[in-house]
């Protein structure tokens, strides 16, 4: 997991943007290679941090045979033992078993290694974690939300969970020194269901060297996400079903929502090629994202997806949803279209496809867009201010 932003945090760091060196404890109970877009914050933020000085151990939950213990870019993992099922996804349950056999961990940690700050990635699980070691350690507490961890969010899994915790919920957040939201969208659903958070907007960062955006495009459409029903991912089947488009149809990623698609996807006869869960780091995704012409991304709720960034990266003609937290990674990059209309979807494939000058410039445009504004050592550096305000302040707990 090797990244290519290395080099721009390590000359961040000779440039002396960062003088002083903290010691972060992090704690993401989804790590690659386990989670999705979340997960990759925390890595791609952890690696920048690691390169321009600092250090960072990082508690997540244990999957399969990856080891207990290592270092990865120069970050100190340790993994928890759990009773977690999927790579890509985790249940209240199963994120319950990893708060409980965490807690000797991670107080081991805050015992041993004197940090200067506690940094989690989701408000639930790993921040009622953090606010325990916040109190007992008197260390300030930094909360990264990503989505499903705020009420509203994600209607089709976590509803009745939210409505069930709601007075917890807000409670809990009163007490976070710091919620990072990397969207507005996402700022604005934490505000609504408690107005006393104290917030800051940060985007999500990427490794803006990660994909080649020059190579030549094959007369194919992409979409890339776990497969929920709120992805959307059966409007672009919906909006494929007629005949006149002769482009393949590639879509990446597994989840509860799979079967369904499956499904629709024979029913309509749209002959989709489910490529299933793809690392990262693989060939296969790489070949698809740098050679799809056009990558859409059709999601009903979204904070800031990681997803949009590879497509922006990669140099592809983005179709995205308006109204979510999409339009502020994209901006005027991409065609924006309503949540749940197949028919809106289609009339941008229809003019993409009959435009290329039209696809070049989109893709053009969102790699600038993308290097301009969601590089991963400035994004380092608007946490560093944050998490630098937050241990000068030293205030009483």
């Not at 790993?126 to 990264?144: H, I, R």
Request: charged residues 25%; proline residues 5%; hydrophobic residues 40%.
């Amino acid at each position: 997991m090797v990244s290519a932003h290395w080099d721009a945090c390590r000359a961040a760091q000779r440039s002396g943007l960062n003088v002083d060196s903290l010691k972060i404890l992090k704690l993401s109970y989804e790590f690659p290679p386990v989670g999705g877009g979340g997960s990759k914050v925390a890595y791609g933020l952890s690696s920048c941090l690691v390169g321009m000085g600092h250090s960072v151990d990082v508690v997540t939950m244990a999957f399969e045979d990856l080891p207990k213990q290592e270092t990865v870019n120069g970050i100190d993992v340790y993994r928890i033992p759990c009773n977690r099922k999927s790579i890509d996804r985790c249940n209240p349950h199963e994120m319950a078993t990893y708060l409980v056999r965490a807690f000797s961990e991670v107080n081991r940690l805050c015992k041993s290694r004197s940090y200067d700050l506690i940094h989690c990635h989701f408000i639930l699980p790993d921040a009622l974690l953090g606010q325990w070691l916040s109190k007992k350690f008197d260390l300030p507490l930094v909360v990264t939300a990503h989505g499903s961890d705020v009420p509203g969010y994600n209607p089709d899994r976590f509803q009745l969970w939210h409505k069930a915790i709601a007075p917890f919920w807000r409670k809990h957040v009163r007490t976070i020194d710091t919620i990072v939201c990397p969207s507005q969208y996402l700022e604005g659903l934490i505000k609504s269901s408690e107005p006393k958070a104290r917030t800051v907007t940060i985007p999500n960062g990427f490794d803006v060297d990660k994909f080649n955006s020059g190579r030549d495009r094959k007369k194919s459409i992409l979409t890339l996400t776990r497969m929920l029903e709120r992805k959307g991912v059966q409007d672009v089947l919906r909006a494929l079903a007629e005949p006149g488009i002769d482009y393949e149809i590639n879509i990446i990623g597994t989840g509860a929502y799979l079967d369904e698609l499956k499904r629709l996807d024979a029913e309509l006869g749209t002959q989709a090629i489910f490529h299933g869960w793809l690392d990262n780091d693989s060939d296969e995704l790489r070949e698809l994202l740098e050679t799809t012409s056009i990558f859409v991304f059709p999601s009903h709720a979204e904070n800031f997806p990681l997803v949009l960034l590879e497509a922006m990266a990669a140099g592809a003609a983005i179709i995205t949803t308006d109204q979510t937290g999409c339009r502020e990674v994209v901006g005027d990059t991409a065609i924006k279209v309503p949540p749940g209309d197949p028919r809106a979807i289609r009339e941008a494939l229809e003019k993409l496809i009959g435009d290329h000058e039209l696809r070049s410039k989109l893709g053009q445009d969102a790699r600038a867009r993308l290097e301009q504004n969601f590089g991963w050592h400035s994004v380092t550096n608007r946490y560093l201010e944050t998490f630098r305000n937050l241990t000068a302040q030293n205030k009483p707990r």
